[in-house]
């Protein structure tokens, strides 16, 4: 049996998107995959409720029970103080080995949120890949100044159960300088890049509810389209015409404006807008509540000021998980695509 971990150097860079990627096309060679995610963070008592990572993962992945692994921890501070008081003494390594003993070719494990989480229990990135002898597919998010040395870093942690890199969320206009300098670096130090995935803004988007959420918003109106994915952030706060020009340029936006600037929450409804966030805890006139209405398109109201709530939600946008079905299929599509599969299955040795 052969085991791939797949994992990050930080929170949120794309791994289960590349699962997904990587499943489509393993499934398309004949490979039967597995999957199990050690560790989950979190307070649930049930690691596999509805909204779970491990759940939803299991269903876009269309797998049966006896496919999937189910995690060994749940990571929160209660965990963390028993195992540092001693009420916890379970050889996770052991445990780790018998629960990964699954049905197929190749069992994908989702590792942390980066290479340490899990290390209290012997679970951290580089402790699983060696317990089973695993190979590692890092997953990294592209900075232009931090990618490099967390790669690596990575390097040196991992030694040769490193396989190689997946460089994900490049902004178009560094596409081209990635190809050009950071993978042939890469190559050559011997971190062979099997794919480099560009910025995409449905799977960086949040919906409507999320941002409800976030903010603690009060729905003025349209509480049946919160389903709606915001993709973008504009703030309004300048002058009519400037900020009409400004909202022609955005797509699928979240508008933030003050609650006493109709001309701007007028301009915003008429352009890419999928929802108005009025700050102040100020009530919009009549005629811009009607004619949200008409345009289905949701009013929230938020007792912050704009600077708060925009850091909320930028905030928001870096915690993105794959829920809805539509970023779910993207994140096949555009993996599958950037993903070198042929190269990943030979030095696994399937």
């Given at each position: 049996?052969?085991?791939?971990?797949?994992?990050?150097t930080?929170?949120?860079?794309?791994?289960?998107?590349?699962?997904?990627?990587?499943?489509?096309?393993?499934?398309?060679?004949?490979?039967?995959?597995?999957?199990?995610?050690?560790?989950?963070?979190?307070?649930?008592?049930?690691?596999?409720?509805?909204?779970?990572?491990?759940q939803?993962?299991?269903?876009?992945?269309?797998?049966?029970?006896?496919?999937?692994?189910?995690?060994?921890?749940?990571l929160?501070?209660?965990?963390?103080?028993?195992?540092?008081?001693?009420?916890?003494?379970?050889?996770?390594?052991?445990?780790l080995?018998?629960?990964?003993?699954?049905?197929?070719?190749?069992?994908?494990?989702?590792g942390?949120?980066?290479?340490?989480?899990?290390?209290?229990?012997?679970?951290?990135?580089?402790?699983?890949?060696m317990?089973?002898?695993?190979?590692?597919?890092?997953?990294?998010?592209?900075?232009?100044?931090?990618?490099?040395?967390?790669?690596?870093?990575a390097?040196?942690?991992?030694?040769?159960?490193?396989?190689?890199?997946?460089?994900?969320?490049?902004?178009?206009?560094?596409?081209?300088?990635?190809?050009?300098?950071?993978?042939p670096?890469?190559?050559?130090v011997?971190?062979?890049?099997?794919?480099?995935?560009?910025?995409n803004?449905?799977?960086?988007?949040?919906t409507?509810?999320?941002?409800?959420q976030?903010?603690?918003?009060?729905?003025?109106?349209?509480?049946?389209?919160?389903?709606l994915?915001?993709?973008?952030?504009?703030?309004?706060?300048?002058?009519?015409?400037?900020?009409l020009?400004?909202?022609?340029?955005?797509?699928?936006?979240?508008?933030?404006?003050?609650?006493d600037?109709?001309?701007?929450?007028?301009?915003?409804?008429?352009?890419?807008?999928?929802?108005?966030?009025?700050?102040?805890?100020?009530?919009?006139?009549?005629f811009?509540?009607?004619?949200?209405?008409?345009?289905?398109?949701?009013?929230?109201?938020?007792?912050?000021?704009?600077?708060?709530?925009?850091?909320?939600?930028?905030?928001?946008?870096g915690?993105?998980?794959?829920?809805?079905?539509?970023?779910i299929?993207?994140?096949?599509?555009?993996?599958?695509?950037?993903?070198?599969?042929?190269?990943?299955?030979?030095?696994?040795?399937?």
């Amino acid at each position: 049996m052969k085991y791939l971990m797949v994992a990050s150097t930080e929170a949120c860079s794309g791994k289960s998107a590349t699962i997904l990627g990587l499943a489509d096309r393993l499934h398309e060679k004949g490979i039967e995959i597995a999957y199990a995610q050690p560790v989950v963070t979190g307070t649930a008592t049930n690691p596999l409720s509805t909204d779970n990572d491990v759940q939803l993962m299991a269903e876009a992945l269309s797998l049966p029970s006896e496919r999937l692994g189910l995690p060994l921890l749940v990571l929160d501070a209660a965990k963390s103080i028993d195992r540092l008081t001693g009420v916890d003494r379970q050889d996770y390594a052991k445990l780790l080995y018998e629960s990964v003993q699954l049905p197929g070719d190749l069992v994908i494990l989702e590792g942390g949120a980066n290479l340490h989480e899990g290390s209290l229990f012997n679970l951290a990135t580089a402790q699983v890949a060696m317990s089973l002898d695993a190979g590692v597919l890092l997953v990294n998010r592209y900075d232009p100044v931090s990618s490099i040395d967390l790669l690596l870093s990575a390097q040196q942690q991992l030694g040769n159960r490193l396989l190689g890199c997946i460089i994900n969320d490049i902004p178009r206009d560094r596409v081209e300088s990635v190809q050009t300098t950071l993978v042939p670096y890469l190559e050559q130090v011997g971190i062979p890049v099997f794919g480099i995935v560009h910025r995409n803004g449905l799977l960086r988007s949040v919906t409507v509810k999320q941002l409800v959420q976030q903010l603690d918003a009060e729905i003025l109106c349209r509480p049946d389209r919160l389903d709606l994915m915001v993709e973008s952030l504009s703030i309004g706060a300048m002058n009519v015409n400037s900020a009409l020009e400004y909202f022609r340029r955005g797509n699928n936006m979240a508008v933030v404006t003050g609650g006493d600037r109709a001309d701007i929450q007028l301009a915003a409804l008429e352009t890419s807008t999928q929802c108005l966030i009025l700050t102040g805890h100020l009530a919009p006139q009549t005629f811009i509540l009607s004619r949200a209405e008409d345009l289905e398109i949701p009013i929230l109201s938020v007792d912050l000021d704009t600077l708060t709530t925009v850091e909320i939600i930028d905030r928001a946008f870096g915690q993105v998980r794959l829920k809805e079905p539509i970023k779910i299929n993207c994140a096949r599509e555009l993996f599958g695509n950037h993903c070198d599969i042929n190269r990943l299955i030979s030095l696994l040795g399937i």
